[in-house]
């Protein structure tokens, strides 16, 4: 840096240092709301800062990040230029090498319901919810490497190190039931995504906001009773604890961590009955269960019907975020997700009839048992996939520059399109749309400000969105 340099950014940083004390002073700062959490019952419930639209949040997660325009964006001069090559693309090179030549969506794209939404035959079942869902196509990622770009998705930040967006919910909101997590994971039956815990976990905020990861076929751990204690001991030995822990706080008041960890026991305690009762199916009529496809002979399939079965149940039950997880990246590429780089064709009809059923089936049960009418359900994925062909093979690299989110429920439209990408579905138009804009208007419809939910760490008001994010105000209903 030379000397000029030096003393324009030494008198531009003491002239915004003193604007913002100003602009403090005078009250012209929105102030940042931190919730007021009550040590002994950190989650229970809490206001939100306006009305709300939504009390109940579900995201779909779709890992390794599904091709756009083999789905949701159809792109007729895409059909129309296959094989050529894609204008100004000379030598491009994208996350894995360079591009080969356009080529059209692999499955046929048809008008579905009344809106004559074009949704490609991949996923017939969730082509039937068009009129009820609300479409993305103007979603943008700030990396094209899945680690980052799910951390993006999920903390709206590319870095390890960050709260994800269910632990922010669950930190300003708490939670409508006392007997479970106000954050739930459901890891898909293959294995966890990426970042594993990334995708949950609660970084700097209390630790009690954290998601805790468990599936229909994977019980939370260590909760069953040793065998050799009995109902009435285990209670007698709740009771007794109980009164230690009453003695205790009484001869020291205003001791919070020792009232939040005798909150995170006596909640593990209670998990102990109920997440059996809601991990047990045995209530649910057949047709429900195999409209799901819980009894499918593709063992893949099943697990993630009964995930969704259990996501359902979960969110009747009050648990303020559900994030349900649809791919693993334990098998390889492409293998156990939707990272589909050398035969797409192949590898999609594999990944599509795993999600396609159960999660309409989810959709509509939501639907028909009035949740929708207060449950936000997000499906995402990290970024989308190329236009064109990787050269040398039948599949489709990363791309961060233009791909498809859909939302349904409370507080949006139906049937409706927001945003768009070029003519071939691989940039995004205006009006481009970020993460941190889709989160921001997740928190939107539950009542929360962006700019003003926010926590103090390490010298800084940090927020779900940083400096930046909009509310879309063209999906709200």
Same mark, same amino acid.
């Given at each position: 840096?030379?000397?000029?340099?030096?003393?324009?950014?030494?008198?531009? *940083?003491?002239?915004?240092?003193?604007?913002?004390?100003?602009?403090?002073?005078?009250?012209?700062?929105?102030?940042?709301?931190?919730?007021?959490?009550?040590?002994?019952?950190?989650?229970?419930?809490?206001?939100?800062?306006?009305?709300?639209?939504?009390?109940?949040?579900?995201?779909?997660?779709?890992?390794?990040?599904?091709?756009?325009?083999?789905?949701?964006?159809?792109?007729?001069?895409?059909?129309?230029? #296959?094989?050529?090559?894609?204008?100004?693309? #000379?030598?491009?090179?994208?996350?894995?090498?360079?591009?080969?030549?356009?080529?059209?969506?692999?499955?046929?794209?048809?008008?579905?319901?009344?809106?004559?939404?074009?949704?490609?035959?991949?996923?017939?079942?969730?082509?039937?919810?068009?009129?009820?869902?609300?479409?993305?196509?103007?979603?943008?990622?700030?990396?094209?490497?899945?680690?980052?770009?799910?951390?993006?998705?999920?903390?709206?930040?590319?870095?390890?190190?960050?709260?994800?967006?269910?632990?922010?919910?669950?930190?300003?909101?708490?939670?409508?039931?006392?007997?479970?997590?106000?954050?739930?994971?459901?890891?898909?039956?293959?294995?966890?995504?990426?970042?594993?815990?990334?995708?949950?976990?609660?970084?700097?905020?209390?630790?009690?906001?954290?998601?805790?990861?468990?599936?229909?076929?994977?019980?939370?751990?260590?909760?069953?009773?040793? *065998?050799?204690?009995?109902?009435?001991? %285990?209670?007698?030995?709740?009771?007794?604890?109980?009164?230690?822990?009453?003695?205790?706080?009484?001869?020291?008041?205003?001791?919070?961590?020792?009232?939040?960890?005798?909150?995170?026991?006596?909640?593990?305690?209670? &998990?102990?009955?109920? $997440?059996?009762?809601?991990?047990?199916?045995?209530?649910?009529?057949?047709?429900?269960?195999?409209?799901?496809?819980?009894? %499918?002979?593709?063992?893949?399939?099943?697990?993630?019907?009964?995930?969704?079965?259990?996501?359902?149940?979960?969110?009747?039950?009050?648990?303020?975020?559900?994030?349900?997880?649809?791919?693993?990246?334990? &098998? *390889?590429?492409?293998?156990?997700?939707?990272?589909?780089?050398?035969?797409?064709?192949?590898?999609?009809?594999?990944?599509?009839?795993?999600? %396609?059923?159960?999660?309409?089936?989810?959709?509509?049960?939501?639907?028909?048992?009035?949740?929708?009418?207060?449950?936000?359900?997000?499906?995402?994925?990290?970024?989308?996939? &190329?236009? $064109?062909?990787?050269?040398?093979?039948?599949?489709?690299?990363?791309?961060?520059?233009?791909?498809?989110?859909?939302?349904?429920?409370?507080?949006?439209?139906?049937?409706?399109?927001?945003?768009?990408?070029?003519?071939?579905?691989?940039?995004?138009? $205006?009006?481009?749309?970020?993460?941190?804009?889709?989160?921001?208007?997740?928190?939107?419809?539950?009542?929360?400000?962006?700019?003003?939910?926010?926590?103090?760490?390490?010298?800084?008001?940090?927020?779900?969105?940083?400096?930046?994010?909009?509310?879309?105000?063209?999906?709200?209903?």
């Amino acid at each position: 840096m030379n000397r000029r340099d030096f003393l324009h950014c030494t008198a531009g *940083g003491l002239g915004s240092i003193a604007l913002l004390k100003l602009l403090d002073e005078g009250g012209l700062l929105a102030e940042p709301i931190r919730p007021a959490i009550r040590p002994e019952a950190p989650l229970a419930p809490r206001q939100p800062h306006f009305e709300a639209k939504a009390k109940n949040v579900l995201m779909i997660f779709c890992s390794g990040a599904v091709s756009q325009v083999d789905t949701f964006d159809y792109k007729p001069e895409l059909v129309r230029r #296959d094989g050529q090559a894609m204008p100004g693309a #000379d030598r491009l090179i994208t996350f894995q090498g360079e591009q080969g030549s356009l080529a059209a969506p692999l499955w046929r794209f048809r008008p579905r319901g009344q809106s004559g939404k074009m949704i490609s035959d991949l996923l017939p079942n969730i082509a039937e919810l068009a009129d009820d869902l609300c479409y993305i196509h103007s979603m943008t990622a700030r990396s094209n490497t899945h680690g980052p770009a799910e951390n993006q998705m999920s903390t709206g930040f590319t870095l390890d190190g960050f709260p994800s967006i269910g632990a922010w919910v669950s930190y300003a909101l708490g939670s409508e039931n006392a007997d479970l997590p106000a954050f739930i994971a459901i890891p898909d039956p293959r294995g966890v995504p990426q970042v594993g815990p990334n995708n949950w976990g609660s970084a700097f905020l209390p630790a009690v906001f954290q998601g805790t990861p468990f599936g229909a076929d994977r019980p939370i751990p260590n909760l069953a009773r040793p *065998g050799g204690i009995n109902a009435e001991e %285990d209670d007698a030995t709740r009771v007794f604890l109980r009164a230690l822990n009453d003695e205790h706080l009484r001869q020291r008041p205003g001791d919070t961590e020792l009232a939040a960890r005798i909150a995170s026991y006596e909640l593990a305690a209670r &998990m102990q009955l109920r $997440t059996a009762e809601v991990a047990d199916f045995g209530n649910e009529p057949r047709y429900i269960l195999d409209r799901y496809g819980v009894n %499918d002979a593709n063992r893949v399939k099943a697990g993630f019907a009964r995930n969704c079965v259990l996501a359902r149940r979960l969110l009747e039950r009050g648990v303020r975020f559900v994030q349900l997880f649809n791919g693993s990246y334990a &098998m *390889g590429e492409g293998v156990g997700n939707w990272d589909g780089h050398r035969t797409i064709k192949a590898q999609y009809d594999v990944h599509g009839p795993i999600l %396609d059923q159960p999660c309409a089936a989810l959709v509509r049960d939501l639907k028909q048992r009035g949740l929708l009418d207060d449950t936000l359900v997000v499906w995402v994925t990290e970024f989308g996939r &190329m236009p $064109t062909f990787q050269r040398g093979a039948s599949g489709r690299d990363h791309n961060p520059h233009g791909f498809t989110v859909w939302l349904a429920g409370a507080g949006v439209k139906h049937g409706f399109s927001h945003g768009a990408t070029d003519e071939f579905g691989h940039r995004a138009v $205006t009006p481009a749309t970020t993460i941190y804009d889709l989160h921001a208007t997740i928190l939107h419809l539950l009542g929360l400000d962006h700019e003003r939910l926010s926590f103090y760490h390490n010298g800084i008001e940090r927020r779900l969105t940083d400096v930046h994010g909009h509310v879309v105000e063209e999906v709200l209903a």
